[in-house]
């Protein structure tokens, strides 16, 4: 095989691989680059997850592109209109003629000598082998696994005589109308979820072994529709980002430093919305503090709506064991079911599972520590687009595309072919590069690199101090290694 060759390769075709081509055509229009998409279209987990009332839960304010602002007038947005603004994007930028599909990346591997990463790559449904080769390999796949969520080991599921469905795998030919739906989580999709599922007619349960934070929040945005009927469109369009920014930050700050009353808060929210019999001691009292765990969002109150109506319906107990008709509780309480909903989280696998090799060394990215929360220890010539916990995941990305520029011009200036993060200080504290405690973190944090504590490996998880580092910090900081003039 002769391998195709670019300047920079990216690996994925979603949110952040059409902001990272926007930034390579914008800020380097010398580079060569094309797009590797494993899929067989644009958009990547917005394409990915059909369930009844996918939605961000972020605003497209800040969920959307700084450079392609959203015009709907929904700022909680459901999932085919953000799949469509992506897809139109990438359109009108041109990057959707850059895309190659069902090219799965397996292997990278980067020669020093060469100064190039070598690309192996699976094209199309049989799997045919193929490569590139890259001076600059940017990976824009997620941070999930695609091929299959999170499903615990549960006892006699084998005995249940209906359908066990996975949201990350919703059947098409799914019929739940007028059937008892059971969702077995209590997470973003099975918020989401339970009120989608009850207002198509299902008679639905909520099955959660422990409370989360839900907020109510209209998916409109007055005053930022108020903005955009009274200033000029590009004026509006900044505003309207900024005040997101600068809301979300400020209330993010609050709940950290003032957890309790946040909590109560929250719950106070809670049982104005269900009303002053239900039992939110119970259902919507989470054990840990907010933001320990991302926080859930009820857009308009459709969850609270949807069981204040008795359309659905929540159950705060742990299985014991699967049914021929149901579920068997510790409690002793049975829940009868056609169907079950496995909302039970995600797998995470960083940079699409894909093998990494340098100089002949495979890569233990356990081993290694993240750099501006985009590189990582002794990987050259490497970035990876990984979005915010607490805010929206495009603020990030775009952060990350735009400092990948800056560094890639950097070296054209100097010659240098070669970028590699250095960690020289032994007596580095380090920490998990994710700090909360949900299961699907906790799950993969001894596969997950690790953050130093202090900067550049730091993550700061705040998009202001980012945006002055990024933006304004020295590339050349004494930490990245350059090597190699041409």
């Known amino acids: ?51 009844p009332g996918v939605r961000s839960d972020s605003e497209m304010y800040t969920l959307g592109y700084s450079f392609r602002p959203w015009r709907e007038k929904k700022a909680i947005a459901d999932g085919p209109s953000i799949l469509r603004y992506i897809r139109e994007t ?36 049989e799997g045919a082998p193929l490569r590139f080769t890259c001076a600059f390999l940017f990976m824009c796949s997620g941070y999930y696994d695609y091929a299959s969520g999170y499903t615990p080991s549960w006892p006699g599921v084998e005995r249940f005589g209906g359908r066990i469905v996975h949201p990350q795998q919703w059947p098409e030919d799914l019929e739940y109308s007028g059937r008892r739906v059971v969702v077995i989580g209590s997470g973003a999709t099975a918020i989401t979820l339970v009120p989608a599922l009850a ?38 369009a900044r505003a309207t980002r900024w005040k997101a920014v600068l809301v979300n930050t400020f209330f993010y700050y609050l709940a950290r430093w003032f957890p309790m009353a946040t909590k109560q808060a929250i719950i106070r929210m809670a049982q104005q919305h269900l009303g002053p019999g239900y039992d939110v001691a119970t259902h ?51 829940l009868e079911a056609d169907v079950i909903v496995t909302a039970t989280g995600l797998v995470i696998k960083l940079m699409g599972g894909a093998e990494l090799v ?82 699907y973190v906790l799950r993969a944090l001894d596969g997950l690199p690790r953050q130093g504590v202090k900067k550049p490996w730091k993550l700061y998880q705040n998009y202001l101090l980012d945006l002055l580092s990024l933006r304004f910090g020295p590339v050349n900081d004494g930490v990245m290694e350059f090597q190699g003039l041409v």
């Open 90 to 125: 990438a359109c009108a930028f041109g990057i959707d003629r850059h895309i190659r599909f069902q090219h799965r990346v397996h292997r990278a591997g980067w020669s020093s000598e060469e100064g190039r990463w070598t690309v192996e790559v699976e094209r199309g449904p």
């Open 199 to 236: 207002e198509r007619g299902a008679r639905v349960t909520m099955l959660q072994r422990s409370p989360t934070y839900v907020l109510a929040r209209p998916s409109e945005d007055g005053v930022a529709l108020a903005m955009q009927r009274l200033l000029p469109p590009a004026v509006a």
């Open 284 to 334: 919507f009292t989470p054990r840990y503090n907010p933001w320990d765990q991302r926080l859930c969002l009820a857009a308009d109150a459709d969850l609270f709506r949807a069981i204040r109506s008795g359309r659905a319906t929540v159950v705060t107990d742990e299985i014991a064991t699967f049914t021929e008709t149901g579920l068997r509780l510790c409690s002793g309480r049975e």
């Open 1 to 51: 095989m002769n391998p195709e060759h670019v300047d920079v390769l990216i690996v994925g075709a979603g949110l952040s691989g059409v902001a990272a081509a926007y930034y390579l055509r914008t800020r380097c229009p010398t580079k060569r680059f094309a797009i590797l998409e494993a899929r067989d279209t644009i958009g990547g987990t917005w394409d990915l997850f059909r369930y």
């Open 358 to 439: 340098v100089d002949g060394q495979p890569v233990d990215l356990a081993r290694t520590i993240s750099y501006k929360g985009m590189m990582y220890s002794d990987i050259p010539n490497l970035a990876s687009a990984f979005g915010y916990t607490n805010a929206s995941w495009t603020l990030k990305c775009e952060l990350t595309a735009a400092y990948v520029c800056r560094l890639l011009n950097y070296m054209d200036r100097h010659g240098y072919r070669q970028c590699t993060p250095r960690q020289r200080e032994p007596d580095l504290g380090t920490v998990p590069a994710l700090d909360f405690t949900s299961g």
